[in-house]
Nanobody, 117 residues
Framework: VQLVESGGGLVQPGGSLRLSCAAS????????MKWYRQAPGKEREWVAG????????SYAEAVKGRFTMSRDNVRKTEYLQMNSLKGEDTTIYYC???????????WGQGTQVTVSS
């Protein structure tokens, strides 16, 4: 089982990044997919989520209107399009897969996003 994030990096305030999370080793379409982020010394916080069929998405208030989550069940990949980035978005972003109707879940290794001029 693997979740591999990519797409992080350094961007100026107001810029955009697109994170990807590629899944392998499990039935991707049975899983709700989520993004979390965690800054040093802080608790990991939920950022966004999408249902297994991609039909419903939800976002934390801090990112609503700026971030868009999507998934491609054929490519077994989920995405987080981040626009209008702010300094406070700087942190490590993690993807998580949660199996429907079970407590089974997997985490990716994280990707660093830095918003700075």
């Amino acid at each position: 089982v693997q979740l591999v994030e990519s797409g992080g990096g350094l961007v100026q305030p107001g810029g955009s990044l697109r994170l990807s999370c590629a899944a392998s080793g499990f039935n991707f379409h049975w899983y709700v997919m989520k993004w979390y982020r965690q800054a040093p010394g802080k608790e990991r916080e939920w950022v966004a989520g999408v249902t297994s069929d991609g039909g419903s998405k939800s976002y934390a208030e801090a990112v609503k209107g700026r971030f868009t989550m999507s998934r491609d069940n054929v490519r077994k990949t989920e995405y987080l399009q981040m626009n209008s980035l702010k300094g406070e978005d700087t942190t490590i972003y993690y993807c998580k897969a949660e199996e429907i109707s079970t407590t089974n879940s997997y985490w990716g290794q994280g990707t660093q996003v830095t918003v700075s001029s």
